[in-house]
């Protein structure tokens, strides 16, 4: 017998008024993978998440969660799941190890689980030397954290992740998705939603773009890339004087050169690493110097632009996206 999907959306829908959040979405997610939502801000991420993790109830379609009806077993669906949310919501006036223990209470686990899984989760996302200090002294990457840290502690097999490394530093948010590729190479499911587009393509299986509430595309990383234009091959001349001779040798081999004599580089039109190596080995035998020879493909942000008309928008700040404004209506039991 197939198990099923680790989550599953079906036409799901959710209508504030004559507002659309959602309007009729769809998609899968198998277990073990990571599914990225990307989209601007008031696209319907939220709300899709809180519609799945049983805050909201659907105005139409179905969600499950580990097999579970997110409408008809809410309780069975919140025991699978963990939740990390645009906000951390740890306690300030505690301390680090103080939040686990208080969560651990919360969830009924026993005090040998909290204490050894806390441990081990602190020692995890490199907070064991503060483990006993106040939360309110941590800094915005170790609060967040440990916020993961605590969405951890029942040991989920699916962690939902509302733009997770929002306000986080590079470094801070690096090391997160350190963290993240490690529970999905030990199995956890993720469903990410995220403005950040570097951060869909390194750690996302499958992307599905949300906008005014509707699915606009939906696939690999690389497929959706695929779909905003070819690769290019870009190569930087060492002399600038060999400008002309470089562009007349590319043409030969794409009708579409463009050439930035600052930059002394030059861009050509391919089809992939085949019309990479044949390029490369013209100028190998050309006797002109190359600093760079290289494949670019388009990125998430090209993508971005092909299927919406605009570039990602900068992420907001925590409780400022429209989406999560009716926080309370339709709230599952």
Do not use: C
């Amino acid at each position: 017998m197939t198990a099923p999907p680790a989550v599953e959306a079906v036409d799901l829908s959710k209508h504030f008024g004559e507002h659309r959040a959602v309007d009729g979405v769809s998609f899968v997610v198998p277990t073990g993978t990571v599914l990225g939502l990307l989209g601007p801000n008031g696209a319907g991420k939220t709300t899709l998440v809180r519609m799945l993790t049983t805050l909201s109830v659907p105005t139409a379609g179905t969600g499950r969660v580990a097999g579970f009806d997110v409408r008809e077993q809410p309780d069975l669906v919140r025991r699978s799941i963990g939740l990390t949310g645009q906000a951390a919501t740890v306690d300030e006036i505690l301390t680090g190890r103080e939040n686990l223990r208080l969560i651990g209470s919360l969830y009924g686990l026993s005090r040998a689980h909290v204490r050894r899984a806390g441990d081990e989760l602190l020692e995890r996302f490199d907070l064991a030397d503060a483990a006993d200090r106040p939360v309110k002294g941590y800094s915005g990457g170790m609060r967040r954290r440990l916020d993961l840290a605590v969405s951890l502690l029942a040991v989920p097999p699916i962690l939902f992740l509302d733009e997770p490394t929002t306000g986080l530093d590079p470094q801070s948010r690096s090391g997160l998705w350190d963290v993240l590729r490690d529970l999905v190479a030990e199995g956890t499911t993720l469903v990410l939603t995220t403005q950040y587009l570097e951060e869909a393509d390194h750690l996302a299986d499958e992307i599905v773009v949300v906008d005014r509430g509707r699915v606009i595309a939906a696939g690999t990383p690389t497929q959706l890339k695929d779909r905003a234009g070819r690769a290019s091959v870009v190569v930087t001349l060492t002399h600038a004087a060999d400008l002309d001779a470089a562009a007349a040798l590319m043409r030969d081999h794409s009708p579409e050169v463009h050439v930035e004599p600052g930059s002394r580089r030059l861009t050509a039109q391919a089809g992939g690493l085949r019309d990479m190596t044949r390029i490369a080995a013209v100028f190998d035998d050309s006797g002109i110097e190359l600093d760079d020879l290289g494949l670019a493909r388009p990125s998430l942000d090209d993508v971005f632009l092909h299927l919406t008309g605009h570039r990602a928008e900068p992420g907001t700040a925590p409780g400022t996206d429209p989406e999560s404004a009716p926080a309370t209506e339709g709230a599952a039991p």
